[in-house]
């Protein structure tokens, strides 16, 4: 099978991996934060090793052509996510809710609560 064959290349910021919505950029992120192939099984369950695999040989055929898509993945999101602060993140609502899961963070951390144990409803 040829490497190509596991994705859908959609346009110039996503290649997802094929049957799945999954993005190769997501797998990429936690691979270049040092997650073993097993671990990424792990957390994109969905997945098989194969394909985990393949994302990585992907990456490591095409460094240079993968660190430009994942450059411009990173630069789409900022710009969606100041364009959305820009108008709805802004809103009153977005504000109150901010500022309520702020304080409640921080009377987890006062507590000595780790922030990645499942949180109860705010």
Do not use: C
Not at 40 to 48: A, K
Not at 57 to 86: D, G, M, T
């Amino acid at each position: 099978m040829n490497l190509h064959d596991y994705f859908e290349f959609i346009n110039d910021t996503q290649i997802r991996i094929k049957g799945h919505r999954i993005y190769i950029d997501d797998v990429l992120e936690e691979y270049l934060r040092y997650k073993s192939p097993e671990e990424l099984l792990y957390r994109f369950r969905t997945l098989n090793l194969e394909k985990i695999h393949a994302v990585i040989l992907y990456y490591e055929a095409n460094r240079e052509e993968v660190e430009a898509y994942l450059l411009r993945v990173r630069q789409y999101r900022e710009e969606a996510y100041q364009k959305w602060l820009a108008t709805e993140g802004s809103s009153p609502r977005i504000v109150e809710l901010r500022q309520r899961l702020k304080k409640y963070r921080q009377k987890l951390i006062a507590e000595g609560k780790r922030l990645l144990e499942p949180l109860e409803p705010l």
